[in-house]
């Protein structure tokens, strides 16, 4: 989970204004495993995130489907189209 990330989630306070929208049901899956037994998860990959600029126009979308390390390499490219400093 990438926003449970410490270091994912302090460059989102420190650097946007962060924000969601539900855009429709989560997916999921059911395994039938026989003798009553089942198992339901969700299935990954409903997220991306929007950076977007502070009248709302979209600079770049985040795929949420990565690790915490490349999504924060990604937050900070997106950081410096908004013209913040970051390292």
Do not use: H
């Not at 049901?25 to 299935?43: E, N, Q, Y």
């Not at 126009?57 to 915490?68: E, H, K």
């Amino acid at each position: 989970m990438l926003f449970a990330n410490p270091d994912v989630r302090d460059f989102i306070a420190a650097n946007f204004t962060p924000a969601w929208e539900s855009v429709r049901a989560v997916p999921t899956v059911t395994i039938d495993f026989g003798s009553g037994r089942t198992l339901k998860r969700t299935v990954n990959g409903n997220v991306a995130a929007y950076v977007c600029t502070p009248d709302g126009r979209v600079l770049d979308i985040l795929p949420g489907l990565s690790t915490p390390e490349a999504f924060l390499q990604d937050l900070r490219t997106a950081a410096r189209l908004l013209d913040r400093d970051v390292p």
